[in-house]
Nanobody, 124 residues
Framework: QVQLAESGGGLAQAGGSLRLSCAAS????????MGWFRQAPGKAREFVAA????????YYLNSVKGRFTITGDAAKNTATLQMNSLKPEDTAVYYC?????????????????WGQGTKVTVSS
């Protein structure tokens, strides 16, 4: 089992910034990637960003490219999501997730363990 502890989130104005952090503990040896997903009210959960431990490759949802930055520390099993130039449509509950080397980075079923989520609200 892997436990994920998320922190950050909260309320920001449009154009502002927030930082989300995620730390994994437990059986972390099989972790290959850490990712962030989000779910807005009434909408399906969607991929936001991911980072692979192998090579440090990063991936982003098109609508957050240039605004969000994911960084990962494989030695510490942590990842942060720096969110700049926030928009009201970024409002959602954000979930950290970790997974092995399986599937596609943007697919929820590629991740085995999930955090409880942290709420991000962006006001206009």
């Amino acid at each position: 089992q892997v436990q994920l502890a998320e922190s950050g989130g909260g309320l920001a104005q449009a154009g502002g910034s927030l930082r989300l952090s995620c730390a994994a503990s437990g059986r972390t040896n099989d972790i290959y990637r850490m990712g962030w997903f989000r779910q807005a009210p009434g909408k399906a959960r969607e991929f936001v960003a991911a980072v692979n431990w192998s090579g440090g490759y990063t991936y982003y949802l098109n609508s957050v490219k240039g605004r969000f930055t994911i960084t990962g520390d494989a030695a510490k099993n942590t990842a942060t999501l720096q969110m700049n130039s926030l928009k009201p449509e970024d409002t959602a509950v954000y979930y950290c997730a970790v997974g092995p080397s399986r599937g596609n980075y943007y697919a929820a079923d590629a991740y085995d363990f999930w955090g409880q989520g942290t709420k991000v609200t962006v006001s206009s």
